[in-house]
């Protein structure tokens, strides 16, 4: 089939790179795709929100399914919208409904779906920029430390953690006042500071069935011993050591089965990846938040799990047969390490010419922020530039051979966090 893939990062060239191993794969499309995508695959120059450019692209290449990557296309309605055209209405697109995808597009939906599905998750309120005197009050009220999150969609950058009072009231101030998340932060949510240790959990769903796909931890702050600014992700182990099976089997029951159910329960339709920060609070789960698709750069140490075929379960997502795939995960570790451009997550340099290690063992490279200069020669386009997930029996071996792989990979100003995976060893 010819299956055209919507995105650019590294969660897409994962995708890519999975899906070209089917033998089902006639033709794989990737819009607008990277520098990665484009040596596995035919990369098209597509906006992924020119919604009437991706329909007459489905129509003129003869798309069987359709893979929406990130998470604003989905909020923006473009599942809805393929359906509602005569040309693409049948065409099976991964990927949740608008409605579905609100529960990342709004923190404050989300939590209020967890609330009346019985979703174990962190104590909140919501405020506006009119009910600030309230939130402050609400402040006052409160244990610290205490999380603030933009409302809307933020690129992962719109959540606070404040250690004091003062610091708590400034950032809510900032945020509804000033704008400081832009129309992300016109409403904030107010939230319970959770301790435990973070994980990710992926759900497949089709609506009606649901897949657990393999967990993974990701590392958020730029700096070593998860210090600094908050990113996008600067790299993700899987699987987690404290993730054992009766911990994994309280998910599914407390968190996966209530929200797959509470999505059919409430005509939202879903056909696509749920991703579910989770606390183990003590043993227990609690949901940090939903996202609408796969995270990244987890993706890049989830899908070199997956030993199934990726295609067939994306198809079986799209039409509604999931339940008849069997979903085959290896043993093996896979730790991904994540290279991003110098200043990021501020301001940062573009167009820095990249060399890569003539030969690779035991990892993958992902592209995330590539590209091409006029001379043809690979460069940064973006903060997060190159993935390496490196693999093995072991963690060790798995991060050995991470970061061997990143060491040959150069760029000025390139930079990395040399301590990914290091927490978990330590508890081995």
């Not at 089917?22 to 484009?38: F, H, I, K, M, R």
């Not at 996008?232 to 099976?245: K, L, R, Y």
């Not at 994306?314 to 043993?331: F, M, N, R």
Request: overall charge negative.
């Amino acid at each position: 089939m010819n299956i055209l893939l919507l995105g650019s990062g590294g969660r897409e060239h994962a995708f890519a790179w999975k899906i070209v191993q089917s033998t089902d794969c006639t033709q794989l499309y990737v819009a607008p795709g990277n520098a990665g995508t484009e040596s596995i695959a035919t990369n098209v120059n597509l906006s992924i929100t020119d919604f009437d450019g991706i329909r007459d692209f489905i129509t003129s290449n003869n798309i069987a399914l359709v893979v929406v990557g990130p998470e604003e296309p989905l909020v923006k309605g473009i599942v809805d919208y393929l359906q509602s055209q005569p040309e693409t209405a049948a065409i099976p697109v991964v990927g949740p409904s608008q409605l579905g995808a609100t529960l990342e597009g709004s923190k404050d939906f989300s939590k209020r779906f967890m609330q009346r599905n019985n979703v174990p998750t962190a104590a909140y309120e919501t405020f506006t920029a009119d009910q600030l005197e309230e939130g402050l009050t609400y402040l006052d009220r409160q244990s610290l430390p205490i999380v603030l999150k933009a409302d809307g969609l933020a690129a992962g950058k719109g959540v606070l953690i404040c250690l004091t009072l003062e610091e708590a009231k400034n950032s809510l101030k900032e945020m509804l006042l000033d704008q400081k998340f832009g129309e992300a932060s016109s409403k904030v949510v107010i939230e319970e500071f959770l301790t435990g240790i973070e994980l990710s959990v992926f759900v497949a769903t089709d609506g009606k069935n649901y897949k657990i796909l393999p967990e993974a931890k990701d590392y958020k702050r730029i700096g070593e011993g998860d210090t600094g600014l908050n990113t996008g992700g600067m790299g993700a182990v899987s699987p987690v050591i404290f993730a054992d099976e009766a911990f994994m089997a309280k998910v599914e029951e407390k968190v996966v089965k209530p929200t797959v159910d509470g999505l059919a329960k409430e005509n939202i339709p879903y056909k696509g990846f749920l991703f579910i920060g989770l606390m183990n609070k003590d043993g227990e789960p609690h949901v940090i938040e939903y996202n609408v698709r796969m995270g990244d750069p987890e993706t890049e140490a989830v899908l070199p799990r997956i030993e199934s075929d990726f295609l067939a379960l994306l198809h079986g997502i799209g039409t509604g047969t999931l339940d008849s795939y069997e979903l085959k995960i290896s043993p093996d570790y896979a730790t991904t390490v994540v290279m991003v451009s110098g200043g990021y997550p501020g301001s940062y340099e573009k167009g820095k010419v990249i060399s890569l290690p003539d030969t690779v063992q035991g990892a993958e490279i992902f592209h995330a922020g590539t590209g091409r200069n006029e001379n043809g020669d690979l460069v940064n386009q973006g903060g997060r530039v190159i993935a390496v997930t490196g693999k093995g029996e072991s963690l060790q071996e798995a991060l050995s051979n991470a970061f061997t792989t990143v060491k040959g990979i150069n760029w000025d100003q390139a930079y990395y966090r040399k301590d990914i995976g290091m927490d978990i060893l330590n508890l081995m």
